[in-house]
């Protein structure tokens, strides 16, 4: 049975029809419809029952699946291992923030592309969250401070931010000097996050409130400098907004601690070579570019 007919398989069964694998896995629809009929005719058993909304597993098909899965996963391990060293081949699908990941990480996968000319690399840019398991990544990039889940998350570099507000706001409304401050002020953020702040050698968590929501930075940072209230962003969103006077920080006798850029991937027992080699890259770019990412510091 064809390795590839496998992974096809796995993808249609994983992403629940055959149009969303196809678009995972890069090919067309009738490509993996082929692929899917030679696996159930080897078998001689249905493993899938089409249905208006896509396919479900049938009880051979859930069974098969898992051994599928696995089969598969060895066989990218044995490729792996008999490869020349630093080669890598293969498909990569990484999702990304869309706030700055095609300026900031973007250029990293573009030299991981040159480097490595067999491997296929897929990125996907959003600043919503994404279920890794069920859309088929390989691993993610995340921003932040991240909450607790069953991920596996490799720290590549810090990302610095500040409060800031536009001058026209702090006119109208004051700038608040301490955390209790901030619940008379309205906060810009992306959904119900909790603001970290240092005071002293104690980091302080407040749950702030504002009526003006947004999944991506760029867009909390227009909204800042339009005077609709403080949001707290990356130092690389707000370097421009900050230089020009557009923004200015406040409170900044409480500064944020550092949060991290992450690579997080599936659960498992090591990670694939083509991710450790997307975490070796980016943890170099990380130290080799500061100015860009706002922590010379």
């Not at 055959?18 to 678009?23: F, G, I, L, N």
């Not at 899917?36 to 005719?41: D, H, I, M, N, T």
Request: glycine share 8%; with cysteine.
């Amino acid at each position: 049975m064809d390795i590839e007919d496998l992974q096809t398989f796995v993808a249609v069964a994983d992403a629940g029809g055959v149009s969303a694998a196809a678009r995972r896995l890069g090919v067309s629809k009738s490509i993996v419809s082929r692929r899917l009929f030679r696996v159930e005719a080897e078998l001689g058993v249905q493993l899938l029952a089409r249905t208006t909304r896509g396919a479900a597993l049938t009880e051979a098909g859930m069974t098969f699946r898992d051994h599928a899965a696995r089969a598969s996963a060895e066989i990218d391990t044995a490729r792996e291992a008999i490869l020349p060293t630093g080669e890598l081949r293969g498909r990569l699908r990484v999702a990304m923030p869309l706030s700055f990941g095609p300026t900031h990480f973007a250029p990293v996968l573009a030299e991981m592309a040159q480097h490595h000319p067999q491997l296929h690399i897929h990125a996907a840019y959003s600043d919503r969250f994404v279920d890794l398991v069920a859309e088929g990544f390989d691993c993610a990039i995340r921003v932040g401070y991240l909450q607790d889940s069953n991920l596996i998350a490799k720290r590549v570099g810090p990302i610095y931010g500040k409060l800031v507000a536009s001058p026209d706001y702090i006119k109208a409304h004051g700038s608040p000097e301490t955390v209790e401050q901030l619940a008379d002020h309205q906060a810009l953020m992306q959904g119900t996050e909790a603001w970290q702040f240092m005071d002293g050698d104690r980091i302080v968590a407040v749950q702030p409130q504002g009526r003006f929501k947004a999944d991506n930075a760029t867009a909390l940072a227009s909204a800042a400098a339009a005077g609709l209230g403080i949001a707290w962003l990356p130092d690389c969103i707000t370097h421009d907004y900050v230089v020009s006077g557009a923004l200015v920080p406040v409170m900044t006798g409480y500064p944020p601690p550092s949060a991290g850029a992450y690579v997080v991937r599936p659960p498992g027992k090591h990670p694939a070579r083509k991710v450790r080699v997307l975490i070796e890259m980016l943890i170099a770019y990380f130290a080799q570019n500061p100015d860009v990412w706002g922590f010379d510091r």
